[in-house]
């Protein structure tokens, strides 16, 4: 949860897809859709390793559902275009802001076998790649806000820590 600071540091590549890996992703997709979330990153549970699972369906109409994503050390190949759409963080619960982002973009990851791939994906998909990528390098999305919001954001956050506790 924001703010640790283990939301804050760059996460290391994983070298070793085994078993624990396996029951780790596991952990992280039940985690997911249970908070429900459309993607998680290894660093909000506290493994800061480069690994983020997506899971767009429930936003998406039967016709076109994408199918789970675990994306294991991703990089991103190329952005495309600009959007400006509201960006929720399961790590900054009760928070929506308009971020913008690439309309498009390709990535290239492994999968949960070590398999390397590429995907191109643009919509929400596009969103949640970016954002999920973002936390592996330490960046939370009110990170690419104007300093207005980002002020706006700060304050606004800091009052409802207080009220919470
Ligand atoms: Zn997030």
Redesign the pocket.
């Known amino acids: 949860m924001y703010p640790d600071p283990v939301l804050r540091n760059k996460t290391a590549r994983v070298e070793k897809i085994d078993s624990s890996l396996d029951r780790l992703i596991d952990d992280m997709v039940a985690t997911m859709h249970a908070a429900p979330g459309v993607?998680l990153?290894a660093n909000?549970v506290g493994i800061p390793l480069q690994l983020a699972v997506i899971d767009i369906s429930s936003r998406e109409n039967e016709g076109q559902r994408h199918p789970l994503l675990v994306i294991i050390n991703p990089e991103l190949l190329s952005l495309e275009g600009a959007v400006a759409e509201e960006e929720g963080?399961?790590?900054i619960p009760d928070y929506a802001e308009k971020v913008k982002r690439a309309a498009k973009v390709k990535v290239r990851a492994q999968d949960r076998t070590g398999k390397p791939f590429e995907i191109e994906a643009e919509g929400l998909l596009a969103k949640a790649l970016q954002?999920e990528i973002d936390?592996l390098n330490g960046l939370?999305?009110v990170d690419r806000l104007s300093p207005l919001k980002k002020n706006i954001f700060k304050r606004r956050y800091k009052k409802f820590a207080v009220e919470k506790e």
């Open positions: 993607g990153a909000q963080c399961l790590s954002h936390h939370l999305f």
